[in-house]
Structures are given as structure tokens and as C-alpha cells.
């Protein structure tokens, strides 16, 4: 949950995750569904399904026991090098260093190293390095890793680091050099990419339209039927490919969504029609049991705010 999430976001899912899903039994078995509906809004949902397949795997092959050896950590799906080395140091207490953006940035900065932290041969290399100087065995392994992790995350922070307090001082090239702030060096970000989207929200007698995405971003999951656009295509062109050609035009609503590597520019169109070309779901089903990422959950405002 905390791979490219902060911890406060992740809290109060955790929390929930557990209380409905305490074993790993539990989660093997779960259905897809409610995987979802308990991972909605924490997007990058390839980890939700991850961690199920990774469960599986401990149920199926490993008799319900967690896996003790790197190698076998690694093996579990969903599980690289920088959690296999958290779990193998922290739950075990072996001299493995687990390598994430803090102790990039203590590393980067102790050696002035301008490797943009992007290269997997810099991670390698700071794997090994690190490793090489672990405490043999037990909790002092698991205490050397957190405390790198709070040394980034606290004191050797991205801006204003508080090198007075900071224990490496004295070893730190950067900050004896006063280039902090030059390390670690981040590869370029690319310019996003951005697409004109249409989202329906197809209203029947039944209840809104729901379907799984076959491609794309978000692909297998749920969704208000949605297309991306070309130049001069309209809305009700969409519709009458999906075969709605009768309908009542209720309300339209742009909105935004920003993924790691596209934008969005939604349209929201709000119909009614008395046919529904794909499965429906009454707004309290939708609500309660129907997992929708946050790029679509949006839409539901319109109707919300058209009732009251």
C-alpha cells in the first residue's frame, strides 16, 4: 500500500483492509470485486491484485507460511528488490538493505554521486554496498534499515535538510561541498501525455451503466462507459456505436484526472434512455459494492449534486 503512497493516505485503508481481510487465507480467497471496492481510491490497482496473487501463492505453495529467503521473497508477485529487502531485514533480521527514494537521497548525497537514481545499476550497486556493511543477523538489521529510512525521510529531507542534525555530516561530500540540494540527480520527467476523454453516465430504468475497460490505462477495471476521442467526434456519435440512439441529454461536466503519465480531459454526459448496452447497477450498488477508480468516481458528483 505504501509503494508510491504516503503513510497517512494509506491509514485509514489499512485499517479497513485488515479488518475484513485479517488472514492471508482471507485474502487469497476474496473475490476480485471486493478487493477493489476495498482498494478504491488508492489507485495503482495492479498492487491490490498483486498482493492476492502473491497470497495465493503463500497459501498454495508455501502451506500459509510467509517465505524467509530473499530469493523466495522475490519471487512473490508484486514483490521487487526494495521490499523484499524491507521484509527480509525488518521480519528477519537479515543483512539485506532495502533501497527506496530516502536512502537514495542519504547515499546520493554522502558520495556526491550524480547516477540519476532511475538506473537499475545504481540501485545494485547501492544494494551491495550497504549490504556489505549490515549488522550479521537479528533486530539490529531491522533497526539499520528503518533508521536509514527515517535518516531521508526526516533529516535528510528533499529540501531544507537539516544537516546540523544529521549523524553523516562529518562523511557527507555534498555537504561539504554545499551541492545538498543537487542530489539525488532525478531523471527528466516526460511532458504528459493528454487525451480528451468522454464519460457516460448512462442512466436506464435499471440503474447506470457499468463496464470492465479492455485496454488502455485502468485496463480490467470497472468504469462508467468511457472513449477517448479523436478530433471532431461528438458525444452522441459514442453513444449511437454503443446503440443508443434515444435518449435525454441531462447534464454535462468536465473534469480532470492526472495519471503518472497521461491527463485526462473528461466530458461527464449525463443521459437518460430506456436501453442499456452494457450491465447496470442502481447508484446504492454502485456505492456500496461496485469498485470505481477515482477518475470515474468523480463523475458521480453530477448526480449527487443534480439531487439535492
Known sequence: ?????????????????????PTVEDLAACEEEKLL???????????????????????????????????????????????????????????VAAVD?????????????????????????????????????????????????????????????????CPLHGLCRAYQQGTQTEYPVLPKKAEKRREQVYVYLIETPHGFCIRRREEGVLRGMNEFPSAVIADGETPENILNEWGV????????????????????????????????????YTLQEIEENISLPTAFKQCLSVIHERKK
Open 101 to 165: 527514494g530516502n536512502v537514495f537521497r542519504v547515499a546520493a548525497r554522502l558520495e556526491e554521486n550524480p547516477t540519476p537514481i532511475s538506473d537499475p545499476k545504481y540501485r545494485k550497486y547501492l544494494e551491495e554496498t550497504l549490504s556489505a556493511v549490515y549488522p550479521p543477523q537479528g533486530s539490529a538489521c531491522a533497526d539499520f534499515t528503518q533508521s536509514l529510512f527515517e535518516l531521508g525521510a526526516l533529516v535528510c529531507k528533499p529540501q531544507n535538510p537539516d544537516c546540523a542534525h
Open 245 to 280: 440512439t434515444a435518449f435525454t441529454e441531462i447534464k454535462r461536466q468536465k473534469f480532470t484526472h492526472i495519471f503518472t503519465h497521461i491527463r485526462w480531459d473528461m466530458l461527464c454526459v449525463w443521459v437518460r434512455t430506456d436501453s442499456a448496452p452494457f450491465d447496470t
Open 37 to 95: 471496492k476495498l482498494w478504491e481510491g488508492l489507485g495503482y490497482y495492479s498492487r491490490a491484485r498483486n498482493l492476492q496473487k502473491a497470497a495465493k501463492k503463500i497459501v498454495y505453495e508455501y502451506d500459509g507460511e510467509f517465505p524467509t529467503t530473499l530469493a523466495a521473497l522475490k519471487n512473490l508477485p508484486g514483490v521487487g528488490s526494495y521490499t523484499a529487502g524491507a521484509i527480509a531485514s525488518i521480519a528477519y533480521g537479515l543483512p
Open 1 to 21: 500500500m505504501l509503494q508510491q503512497t504516503r503513510v497517512e493516505a494509506v491509514k485509514g485503508y489499512y485499517q479497513r483492509f485488515m479488518a475484513e481481510l
